[in-house]
């Protein structure tokens, strides 16, 4: 594999952690300003973000349909594969996001 495909790894795990924490800190102040209470807020939030952080992390569904449709097309699948571990690697970046909003606001996210 190359390094570069190391770095989009890298860049989609962070990516997906940073849309589910920024989202759900922001929209708890915009609940702390409607008057409702933030911290139950967040933990819905950063629930309701989950798939489009993943999406926001791989950068949108085209690429990935085109790489599947490349890889099951013509054979290559090292494609696939890859594809594959940067969808599960921005499922991780979200994850550990939910980890830490759980620690912050002492609730279990479902």
Known sequence: MEERFFAT???CFFIAL???IGGA???????FASGEPPLTLMGRIARSLRIWAIVAAIGGT??????????IMEGSTLDIVKQ???IITAMGGVQVALLII???????LT
């Open 25 to 31: 800190f922001i929209g708890s102040i915009g609940a």
């Open 18 to 20: 940073g849309v589910v």
């Open 9 to 11: 790894i890298i860049q």
């Open 102 to 108: 759980e620690w912050l606001i002492q609730e279990e």
């Open 84 to 86: 594959i571990i940067v």
């Open 62 to 71: 085209f690429d990935v349909i085109s790489n599947f449709e490349r890889g």
